[in-house]
């Protein structure tokens, strides 16, 4: 099996992921998953979560570059990367992760400011006298 590229994305961060066969190791940014995330346990369930649902977390290896946000939500771009990784490489895998809305990109991102208003939404103090 040759190397599978795939892209994911959550508000501003974007993670770039390549997987292939291999004994289950994650490189992101060139470091392992544990010192990548620190102790944020929860977040990297997220992140291996793909793997676990396809049972494929000691067969595939994966390597991934993430930038922009912040890094709980370059861990969500990763998971959708690896994701759209797994449905590339194999159409049987879709049929899993599909249902799990794992390929599903979350499309939220922060609404742009208007002009007149304080912020996106939030307007100047208004007087009645």
Avoid: C
Avoid at 21 to 47: F, P, Q
Avoid at 80 to 100: E, V
């Amino acid at each position: 099996m040759a190397k599978v590229y795939a892209t994911g994305k959550r508000k501003t961060a974007i993670a770039k992921v390549w997987i292939k066969a291999g004994s289950g190791k994650i490189l992101v940014n060139g470091m392992d998953l544990n010192t990548w995330l620190g102790g944020h346990e929860a977040i990297k369930l997220k992140v291996i979560q793909p793997l676990l649902v396809t049972k494929q977390e000691s067969l595939i290896d994966v390597t991934a570059t993430t930038l922009g946000g912040g890094y709980s939500a370059q861990a969500e771009a990763l998971r959708h990367g690896i994701s759209r990784a797994l449905a590339a490489m194999d159409a049987d895998f879709r049929a899993a992760l599909k249902p799990k809305g794992l390929l599903t990109r979350d499309s939220r991102t922060v609404e742009r400011k208007k002009f007149g208003r304080r912020k996106a939404r939030r307007s100047p103090q208004f007087s009645k006298r």
